[in-house]
């Protein structure tokens, strides 16, 4: 199947600084990502969907300005926490929409970004 | 609004048994249903995809069956073993595959 490369797998920072995770699909176009949040034991919660060279729409409740997502090519988009806090301490996934031939439609995943800030 | 909805949600069985796992959606309109596996601490694998026209897909002891009709589908693993222990998701797009709608997902444990 199609590749989703997520980095960093996990990242510890203090409090107040930002991070910056990445997605790449690596062997298709996605001109759509989608970034979410996991809480331990509980399903996926969307965040936002990034649309490539177009703002993202980010779901009731996720602050945008805190999170910052950029797609800004077909490849690759970026979700950055501002300011992070304790709170702030979850597992991301992103995922890519895939567009080609019989695989239309199919979303495949990155393998998730553990955040901790202290 | 779709609703996507996964019995049981959690499962736990012997090893070498046959088991099935159920997905609903509450709009049959859809275009096609995803069927992933998540092991902890990591992203999600996607295991099927079955498109709206038809009404299995099979790879390997996997076998996922669509009734659009009924707003149901089902995961079938056959000859269960313990790596197969994880939580299995079911997802649906909306029309302009624009959002997915997934299930709270089923976790099973396979006993050795």
């Known amino acids: 199947g199609a590749v989703v490369s997520q980095h960093p797998s996990w990242v510890i920072c203090k409090s107040g600084t930002s991070v910056k995770i990445e997605c790449r699909s690596l062997d298709f176009q996605a001109t759509t990502m989608f970034w979410y949040r996991q809480f331990p034991k509980q399903s996926l919660m969307l965040m936002a969907t990034s649309n490539e060279g177009s703002k993202a729409t980010y779901e009731q409740g996720v602050e945008k300005d805190k999170f910052l997502i950029n797609h800004a090519s077909l490849t690759l988009s970026t979700l950055t926490v501002t300011s992070a806090h304790p709170e702030d301490s979850s597992f991301y996934i992103c995922?890519?929409?895939?567009?080609?031939?019989?695989?239309?439609?199919?979303?495949?995943f990155g393998e998730g970004s553990r955040l901790t800030v202290l | 609004k779709q609703e996507v909805t996964q019995i049981p949600a959690a499962l736990s069985v012997p090893e070498g048994e046959n088991l099935v796992l159920n997905c609903s959606f509450t709009?049959?309109?859809?275009?096609?249903l995803q069927w992933f596996r998540q092991d902890p601490g990591k992203g999600l694998t996607s295991l099927l995809l079955i498109q709206s026209s038809q009404r299995e897909q099979t790879s390997g002891r996997l076998n996922a069956s669509l009734d659009k009709s009924s707003g149901r589908s089902t995961l079938y693993i056959a000859a269960s073993q313990p790596g197969d222990s994880a939580t299995y998701l079911c997802?649906?797009?909306?029309?302009?595959?624009?959002?997915?709608?997934f299930g709270s997902g089923t976790k099973l444990n396979v006993k050795p």
């Open positions: 997802a649906v797009p909306l029309y302009n595959f624009n959002k997915f709608y």
């Open positions: 709009d049959s309109a859809i275009y096609n």
């Open positions: 995922s890519a929409r895939s567009n080609r031939g019989h695989a239309t439609g199919e979303l495949f």
